[in-house]
């Protein structure tokens, strides 16, 4: 018996000093496999008397069991250590702040765009897009602008080139979203009510102009469309986009190729302490030029200027969403200065708005 004493000893001893699980199965391969050492010995108990067999017997299968429990409890053992150190290793602190995820915004001219859009959809007016470089048939002949007018030289223009040989008149970048309307005429006739923003470019560059900005322009043409519905579209709509009860706005006599009559439009502000507050106060803001559509335009557009008339008007885009959010000057819009965004809530950039979560 104390073979299977020295056996058992070395045995437990193994078992014991396995590091980990591939080296606990080596042992219990060793002892207990098919062709393990036990499990060989067991083999032997066929050759042996029955007494021996017996005792032997007996003794084999206690030794098999002891071997079994300190295997299982080894393993056990393993298990727990080895999920002891991960739980040691791998620990979160879900105490830690998100990581910030730079997040970007609409820009302040998109938003505006939408939200005149929206006002002006309210009274019936759908909006039309056309094509940044236009003929000058479409930027300026449809809109009685001769050809020797001021608007047309190249300081205020920017012509394309035209193929050598090419003798055509050069396209343009289009000045304004005239032609858009024009277009809009010619497709849809009269009665006719749309709204055209989109980009424009002047060859123009300073403190308060930049090459390319922002214009909308519209338009009502039906049998009896007069001044007054003018002055009531355009109240209703700064009343609705500054976001006021009231508003007042003054009609100045003026002049466009396009219009007759014209008129600029102003309305009701005060400085009061350095801040533009619209709808009262004892100054005026120029803020857009209207007037009634010229017949030679509406001819243009293939309507009967016998049959039909209407108002039409253009704001600046960028300008008004200057007055309206309180932005300083242009160089906001380009040189990144994202102070007056943050403070008028287009958060953007560097502002963390989402939590990053956690790492996975
Ligand atoms: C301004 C002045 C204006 C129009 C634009 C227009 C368009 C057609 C026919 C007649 Cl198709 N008029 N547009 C009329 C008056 C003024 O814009 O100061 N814009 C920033």
Redesign the pocket.
């Known amino acids: 018996m104390s073979d299977l004493d020295t056996l058992r000893q070395s045995y437990l001893s193994r078992i014991s000093g396995a590091a980990d699980p591939d080296a606990l199965e080596q042992v219990r391969l060793a002892a207990l496999g098919k062709k393990g050492e036990i499990s060989g010995m067991m083999k032997e108990l066929g050759r042996m008397t029955p007494e021996e067999r017996q005792t032997t017997g007996a003794a084999l299968n206690r030794l098999r069991d002891e071997i079994d429990t300190a295997l299982r409890a080894r393993k056990q053992g393993l298990e727990d250590a080895a999920l002891d150190a991960r739980l040691k290793d791998e620990w979160l602190d879900v105490t830690l702040p998100g990581r910030p995820r730079p997040m970007g915004s609409i820009h302040p001219v998109s938003q505006v765009t939408e939200e005149v859009t929206a006002i002006f959809a309210d009274m019936g007016f759908s909006v039309a897009e056309g094509p940044q470089i236009e003929s000058d048939w479409y930027n300026f002949d449809?809109?009685n602008i001769p050809p020797e007018h001021p608007a047309r030289q190249e300081h205020d223009t920017f012509f394309m080139h035209r193929a050598e040989g090419d003798n055509r008149p050069p396209h343009v970048l289009r000045t304004?979203?005239?032609?858009?309307?024009?277009r809009?005429?010619q497709d849809q006739g009269a009665p006719i009510r749309v709204i055209?923003p989109g980009r424009v470019y002047r060859m123009d560059m300073d403190q308060t102009h930049t090459p390319m900005f922002h214009?909308v322009?519209?338009?009502a043409i039906d049998r009896n469309i007069s001044m007054a519905n003018l002055k009531w579209v355009l109240e209703e709509f700064c009343r609705a986009f500054f976001e006021v009860d009231k508003v007042e706005l003054r009609f100045r006599a003026s002049h466009?190729p396009?219009?007759e009559p014209?008129a600029?439009v102003d309305i009701r502000c005060s400085w009061e302490g350095g801040k533009l507050t619209i709808g009262k106060g004892d100054s005026w803001l120029e803020i857009?030029?209207?007037?009634m559509?010229?017949p030679k335009?509406?001819a243009?557009?293939g309507i009967d200027a016998s049959q039909w008339q209407g108002?039409?008007?253009?704001?600046?885009i960028d300008?008004i969403a200057m007055l309206k959010y309180g932005i300083p000057d242009l160089r906001a819009f380009f040189e990144s200065d994202l102070r007056w965004l943050r403070h008028y809530g287009f958060a953007a950039g560097d502002v963390p708005s989402v939590s990053g979560g956690l790492s996975r």
């Open positions: 449809a809109l304004h979203t005239s032609p858009v309307q024009i809009a005429m055209a214009q322009e519209g338009m466009f396009f219009t014209s600029e857009l030029g209207s007037g559509v010229h335009v509406l243009a557009g108002f039409a008007f253009g704001m600046g300008r």
